[in-house]
């Protein structure tokens, strides 16, 4: 080939990547390459895993052993330590404080001089114990040396302190003599609070005993912990880890390879290591266990320190662990060095895969072009030609792929012309749907009435402004929602006969009455939803009940029209002979004055004369009302005369009257007795009326009490009339004391509306209710007459349902 060229529309290098692994010659490369380098890459990996693998445990191993080590060492040093103690605690100086009892101040001056001496001396000869005391029985020092700082100080009697509160005072009283007591990892205190800075310290202890081995007092030596924790601190500084010295008491100290040698120590709860190490781990720690372990990013090893010399019993728990912990990749640097290695073997023959595939590609090259430009066409671009230098066959196959190009770029056009036309007429119909369907929603936004499509299973499709603002849904929308959720009777219309035509139903929301008249939507007969054309006909309604109460009014107007016309001819046909009738009883009292019996008799007969022309007043006063003249009166008085006049009507009924009063403080009402009488009178004789044959008719009685409804909380009394009868049907209560209104057929309608007329007059309540074990109740609350009566207050008063005797 003479020479290869192209035009393309991008940059050589980016077009044949996705076809680098097509092609004959492509395959047969990668074939050898993959024949030479699967074999030489599974011996590879093989001897990569094991030399790791081997490293890794031979590093894990040496790092147990060193643990191991250490902690051993550690358990040397703690005997070690017990037995100069035991050795301190057998001097001649404590045998002689144990077995002098109170002695002169100069022999224990002496004493306490020798002691002082021989603490001297072993904090002399071994700098990490700060502290050596000797304590009496009761906790208190006797003889205490302090070294710090490498200098030895003797305390003086007067600074000595109390440590009987201590618990290792106990403690170290409790072991026996010859054995060691050793203390948790805990804060040395100094006159009852922290020393501060802070010094862990690790208290070794052994009784002093006379020769009955009972402990006379005990020598306590405190070592700090941080002196401990540096025999190991070299390891860490070798590898650039942590070391840690756990106490079986849950707290523990650490050194770093960043901290000084001799910084000083802070105790630390091992709860805090929970956040770089698993809480059972710390656990497995604490139990006394050994081993190694990789946690995440940390490698370490643990080992317990266990002194079985410092007591008697050989079987005690594990004081203390030893705990390193090393980053995993400083610890294990030659491993990763290795892996660096490997990594640049295979980067090596990657790189030398790559160049030979490189090189291929650059003998294909021509192809790669047609192949590009072969995708060009693929996605569209029919202008795009390949151009190939040369007169072999690739360019012979180029010039033939420029003329395809050519002719799929003509009928492209041709193709593309006739789908603009295509799409003018589609956006001119579209364009008139969009506006014929923003008309029809203006309309059905914009109209007063609310109008809702429902579907068959009661959602909401389509809803207007109006349907939202009628059905108390402003700033929510409707559609989406189910119409049971603002229409309960959505599921009674479902339940009902199938209706072709609209049908118009009644809803009330918030106060307002709608009107919504629904149209069903039918397919072939089935109900498939509707369509709710909803109006507010408050106002509607409100203007028919205006006009249904202005003719009850009328009528309520020509009824007392009557009324009084009919009062003013009964005082005129009445009044007239029941005057003649109290002149006859008059006389007939003057002629009867020495028969007592006959006087009681017509005196009542007066009354009652005085009390029916009271009522002929009162039935004239509907139409012009009369003065009535209240005075102060006791009920039972008012009531003897109505049991008087009714006793026979409800005796030949079965009918039992009976009063009952509220005890010994029944007040006087202040009441016209007359008016008050005639109360008593409809009330009973109504109640005899309405009652069957048997039945008791009860006036009850109940004390004074505040009424808060009136000014200044006036004193009231409650008195009720009620029977067991069968009550005032529900629908009758509201109208029971209209004039004119009654249910019986030879009743006036006058009785209950004369009632409610007096209780008016005189300022007091009436309430009417049915009784729950049967029968009616009225219930007034009445002024009572003066002010002696005292009231308490607060005082609730019950319904009339006072255990009483019969009247």
Known sequence: MAGYGAKSPGPEGIGWLPFQFKGLATKIYVAFLLAAAIPTSIAGLVGIFFSLDTLKRETLLNLEQETDGRAEALTRFFDQLSSEIRYLASSLAFQDLALANNPEPKRSREIRARIERDFAAFSHAYPYIYQIRYLDVGGKEVVRVDQRDERIFIVPESELQDKSDRYYVQETLAVAPGD???????????????????????????????????????????????????QVRQMAEARGGNVYLFSRSGFYLSRSAASSAHGSSRMTSVEELTETFPRAFLTHILEGNRGTLELGEWIVAFAPVRTSTLTASPDDPMEWAVVMAFPRRQLLAAVFNLYMLYGVLIVGLVVTAGAGFILSRHLLRPLTL??????????GNFASRVEIKGEDEIADLGTRFNQMAEQLERTYASLQA?????EVEVQARTAALDRERRNLSAIIQNTADGILSVSRSGKIEVANVAAERLLGTDGGALAGRTIQDHWPGWTDY???????????????????????????????GAFQGAILVIRDISE????????????R???????????????????????????????????????????????????????????????????????????????????????????????????????????????????????????LKQVLLNLVINAVHAMEQGGRITVGMCGPFPSPERPEGAPRARFCVEDDGPGIPESVLPRIFDPFFTTRADGTGLGLAVVKKIAVQHGADIVVRN?????????????????ESTVGAGLSVPPCERKALDA
Not at 418 to 422: A, E, G, K, S, T
Not at 540 to 551: A, F, H, P, V
Not at 576 to 600: F, H, I, S, T, Y
Not at 778 to 785: L, Q, V
């Open 494 to 524: 479902l339940a009902g006969p199938l209706r072709a035509e609209p049908h118009l139903v009644t809803h009330q929301v918030d106060g307002r009455v709608l009107g919504l008249n629904i149209a069903p939507i039918l397919r072939d």
């Open 418 to 422: 006739q789908r603009d036309n295509l």
């Open 553 to 675: 009014q009328i009528f309520q107007t020509e009824k007392m029209t009557s009324m009084g016309e009919l009062a003013m001819g009964l005082a005129h046909e009445i009044g007239n002979p029941l005057a003649g009738m109290k002149a006859v009883v008059q006389a007939l009292l003057e002629e009867e004055a020495e028969n007592d019996r006959v006087r009681l008799y017509l005196t009542r007969v007066e009354n009652e004369i005085d009390r029916l022309s009271g009522f002929l007043r009162t039935f004239h006063g509907f139409a012009a009302p009369r003065e009535m003249h209240p005075v102060p009166c006791r009920l039972e008085d008012v009531l003897e005369d109505v049991l008087l006049w009714t006793h026979k009507e409800a005796k030949s009924k079965g009918i039992a009257i009976e009063y009952k009063d509220c005890g010994p403080t029944v007040p006087v009402l202040w009441a016209d007795p007359n008016q």
């Open 180 to 230: 060691i007591y050793v203390s948790p990892l805990d804060l040395n205190i100094e006159r009852g609070e922290i020393e501060h800075p802070e010094k862990p310290v690790i208290r070794f202890g052994t009784p002093i005993a006379a020769a009955d081995r009972k402990p006379q007092g005990m020598l306590i030596v405190n070592l700090h912990a941080g002196i401990v924790l540096d």
């Open 771 to 787: 009784r729950e074990v049967g029968g009616a109740r009225f219930e007034f609350d009445w002024p009572i007459a003066g002010s």
């Open 540 to 551: 509607e309604k409100r203007l028919q009940d205006e006009r249904r109460e202005l003719d």
């Open 370 to 379: 047609l192949s590009q430009e072969t995708g060009e066409i693929a996605r």
